[in-house]
Every structure is written in C-alpha cells, then in structure tokens.
C-alpha cells in the first residue's frame, strides 16, 4: 500500500482539543476533531474482510460500496490534486480521507453525523483526484452515494433545511416557478433596490445562508431564454446535422445570452437545432447534493423528452450539466432498472458543445480577435468528462488569438455548483488563488465552458477592479462569426 498505513479510530473521543488551523481557516487539524487516533497494520489486514451489515452506519438505499472504493490503494497522490486538501492539510479533507470515512462508517465504526457530514460537505466534487487516481477510483460515485445517505439519515439545522427543501425541491424543478423567482429577482437588480441593500450592510444582520445567496444571486437576463423552448432554428447553409439542444434551468434566466449564442454557432456550423419545449433541469444539484430521488424524476423526464426524436447530438454548454446527463445510467444501477437502457443511450447522444464542434467538419469561417486569452478549465468538462483538447481546438481556430495556458487551469475556481454559497470562505480562498494565476498570465480576456465557472469568475475580475472580459468559449466564437460576417 506504498507505505501508508490506515487509522483505526478509537471509540472514545475527547472534547474539541484536537482542532487546528492552516492560513487561518478554523477546521479539524487532525483526522477527527475530539478522537483519538492510532496507526495499526490489522486496519490493513481486515479491509478485505467482508462488512456485518448489522453493524453498518449506513441506512437503506444507495450507499458508497466495496466495489468502488476497493480501488484505493491508499497512495495518497490524489492529495496535491484536492483543493481542500491543498488548502487545509487536514487528511480527512482529502479524497483519501473521506474514502476511508466512508468505510468507517459502512463498519460501523464511525457515526453518521455531524464529523462525517462536515467532510463530506466540504468537497467541492470536482473531481480532480480521478484524474490523478492511478488505480482508476470513481471517486465522483462515492461521494455522491455517501451525500445520498446523509440526505436520508441526517438531521440538518432548521434554516439549513428550510433553503434546501426551497431551492431544491419546490424551486429548482419547475420551470413556472423558476421563472417567476427570476422575475422577481431581475426587478430587484434592475430597480437599484439591490444596490442600496449592498452598499447599506443591512445584509450582516442576516444569517449568513441567505447573506450569501443576496451577495452572490446571478444576474437575470432579459429576455428569458425560456422563450424560445420549444422552436427549431434552421441551419446556415446546407444542413448536415439535426441537434437537440439541452438549454438547462438557471440557465435560461442567467445566461439567456449563452444560449442563444450556442444555437447560432450551431447553426453556422451546418445544425438544425431543435429545442425541445418539455426539457427541464438535468438534477446536476440534486445529484451533488445527495438528492437521488428527486434527480431520478428528472432524467426520466429528460430522457423521454429527448429520445423521442431523432438527432445526431444531444448539445450542451454546460460541463456540470452536461457530466451528469452523460451519467444518467448511474442513477439507475439500483433504484428503478428498467430505466438504465434509456439513460444509456441518452448518455451515449450527449456532447459538450466543444466536444461536438470539434469533432466534426468545424466552420473556420472567423473574423480576427485581436486578444491576449487564457482558458480555465471546468473541473467537470476537465476531470468528469476528460475533455480538455477540444476547446483549445476551437480556440486556436480564433484569428489574432493569442492563446497563454493558465497554471494549474484544472485547479477548481470554487464555484462548484452552488459551493460558493454553501461554503463561501472556501470558495473565495480558491478564487484568489485562480485570480493571482490569470494575473500572471497578463491575459485581458479570461475563457471557460461553464456558467457556474463564468460566475465564479466574474466575481473574481469584479472584485479586483480590473476590465478583463470574462466569456464561454462558445461566446467567442460566436462574437467571431459576427465579425466576419461584418467584413464581408
């Protein structure tokens, strides 16, 4: 096992003496805050010994299995690749560490509660350490399993429970209602109200959940991309592809722009694009979140909506979305099989919109961007998905573009979904870290292929006061198509 030998933790715990910090962040500065901690090597002997279900920490349903974390040889170099490992140094704060939690609690030796829950909570799921990962750990499966269970068998605080039962459950999955808190949301950012709140600190005098979710609200764009589900848009020229277009739920309001932008790099690239009126959110949150059932009832939906017509590609330009909808089949090893056929072959039709546009005969029909760019890459198009070639690609197409690699570009920015709200001094200390390395890069045009990422991002260029442009690779080229056709 290269030397490294697991902990067995003892039964008894002690108070919060054990608590440590690193750049001032206040965690657990050992494996366990308050427990006591030996190294033996009979941990080692007995992980091959079958687990006593009577004894399992676990409840029923999906749960992290020996099958999956069995392939952890306990290595330790998916550390350097964890964000909070990297910068933490708290071991049960690392893909290692939270795998061997996740086993003390399948033994029974290990509560599921408030420790385990925090562990869990703080990994931000990128997924960084499967690509480091040499023996192949799905490390994505397990932390998603084991944030299912907590989801069942774990009391969260009551305000805490209140904004998840909100957002997840009567917001997120319906598109009315979605709509009309997008509405809400757009008169108060555009009615000044949102700027006198900011500027007034009223916001200190509420609990820190809804703070952040005031301060960090995406922008709502006018119009709705809801407007156009339901249209098929024609394609420029000769048409060689008829494509679905998966437009997403947030999205829709915040990155309306986005879409539309998408639909037209499409169709100048020989694609009927068609925009299926009953697609609704993928359960990309749900499924981060441990909310299975709920994200079940979702891919039903989108996968009956999609597979009942013919197309070529199922698009998307989201990495998040677009890494759970190629992974629809997981949701459905267990819980109601007779829905794996389809979700494979949904997961089989979906691409990235960079995956797809370099993959097939791309329109290199662009006008010049004069512009000194850097790309950073979405933990789930980069780690999830494994595509990091194609929008380099696309980018390289770009006349004028002068492309200059970001160190550490698959490094997380924190965004995360909705991490930046839910652990927001994280979030931010990653954002510094992903803001200093484009700063060295001297780039005035920042790129991604991710709206979470584009957010992230644009807080990080807003709050260092500089102009830089922040855009999904997608934007860029459509802005180059316009171009081009100006000149001509």
Known sequence: MCGVRLATISKSCAS????????????????WAGCEVSYDKSSLNS??????????????????????YSKCIHCGLCLNSCPTYRELGVEMDSPRGRIYQMIQVDRGRLPLGESFVRHIDLCLDCRACETACPSGVEYGRLVEAARGQIEKNYKRPPLEKFLRQLFF????????RLEWAGRLLRAYQRSGLER??????????????????????????????????????????????????????????????LNEATVRVLARNGCEVVVPAEQGCCGALHVHAGIRDLARRLAKRNIQTFLSADFDAIVTNAAGCGSVLKEYPQLFEEEEREHFEGAKAFGARLKDVTEFLASIDFNRDLGTIKARATYQDPCHLGHAQRIRKAPRTLLAAVPGLELVELKEAEVCCGSAGIYNVAHNEMAERLLEGKMRRIDDTRADLILTANPGCLLQLRAGVAGSGNRRRVLHVVELLDEAYQLRAWDT
């Open 169 to 176: 459950y009567e917001i997120l999955p319906h598109r009315r």
């Open 196 to 257: 006198a709140v900011l500027a007034s600190g009223v916001l200190k005098l509420f609990p820190g959940p809804l703070a952040r979710v005031a301060r960090l609200a995406p922008r709502m764009e006018k119009p709705f991309f809801t407007e156009r589900l339901g249209t098929t848009v024609p394609a420029a020229g000769r048409r060689r592809y008829r494509v679905a277009l998966f437009a997403g739920c947030i999205a829709n309001l915040s990155f309306a722009r």
């Open 16 to 31: 919060s003496s054990m608590l440590g910090t690193r750049r001032g962040f206040s965690r657990p500065g050992a494996l």
């Open 47 to 68: 992980m091959t010994q079958s687990f006593d279900d009577s004894i399992c920490g676990y409840g029923h349903g999906e749960k992290p299995t020996w099958q999956f």
